[in-house]
């Protein structure tokens, strides 16, 4: 399996408070994304990043904010915390296969992220 | 751009097909299909490119109909560790990112 690790798992944390999450990937993989999760709502990108400081908005990142500076780490900071921004945050990988295609995403174990 | 999944639960018994359905109102390059069991991470089960080529993993294959942006994937004879979430993803393109569908809540009864 491909290695790919997100810390902190569980955090909880105050409104208005910054908020960094991490992803590490020990795969050399360039494409990283992040997103979260909520019920009835599937899994919704936030940020993604296709190498090293090229970075670029998915559906949701009002209010979210992504740096790449190395090919292993993609962190995603939450500027202010809201409760409306409690989820589970996944990040994920890929890369380009042999045959040309992407092959399909890994993913993290996840962060369970509580805003109060 | 979110692709349309059907049914959003299904209860089956074990031994049972089922069938789930993926739709897009976009032209797709692919269509992704993962697994989720509760507290888990998505896994990933298979990738289908335009083309209408139909893909298998075990009992459970897929295809993907390009010209009606549609994607289905196939259950057979289900097994109670096939139970759990699955979500359809979409690109537009090799370089897209996956737009996921809401995801579809499979129980298997014993």
């Known amino acids: 399996d491909a290695g790919i690790t997100q810390s902190p798992r569980h955090k909880v944390t105050e409104t208005g408070t910054p908020v960094t999450l991490r992803c590490h990937q020990t795969e050399n993989h360039r494409y990283m994304y992040w997103y979260r999760q909520d019920p009835g709502h599937g899994l919704r990108l936030i940020h993604y990043?296709?190498?090293?400081?090229?970075?670029d908005k998915g559906e949701v990142s009002d209010g979210y904010s992504v740096s790449r500076s190395k090919t292993e780490d993609f962190l995603l900071t939450l500027e202010s915390a809201t409760s409306s921004q409690t989820s589970v945050y996944f990040c994920?990988?890929?890369?380009?296969?042999?045959?040309?295609?992407?092959?399909?995403?890994?993913f993290g174990s996840g962060t369970r992220l509580t805003v109060v | 751009q979110q692709p349309v999944q059907s049914p959003q639960a299904v209860i089956l018994r074990e031994g049972e097909d089922a069938v789930i359905n993926c739709s897009s109102s976009k032209a797709l390059y692919s269509v992704h299909w993962y697994r989720q069991k509760h507290g888990e991470a998505p896994v990933f089960l298979m990738i289908?490119?335009?083309?209408?080529e139909q893909k298998g993993h075990e009992k459970i294959s897929a295809s993907f109909n390009e010209k009606k942006q549609q994607s289905s994937l196939y259950l057979t004879a289900s097994q109670l560790s096939y139970s759990g979430t699955y979500f359809c993803?979409?690109?537009?393109?090799?370089?897209?990112?996956?737009?996921f569908g809401k995801g579809t809540r499979l129980h298997i009864l014993p």
């Open positions: 990043s296709y190498g090293v400081k090229d970075t």
């Open positions: 289908l490119l335009k083309g209408g």
């Open positions: 994920a990988i890929s890369e380009v296969v042999l045959t040309g295609f992407r092959n399909g995403y890994t």
């Open positions: 993803g979409t690109l537009m393109n090799r370089d897209d990112k996956i737009i």
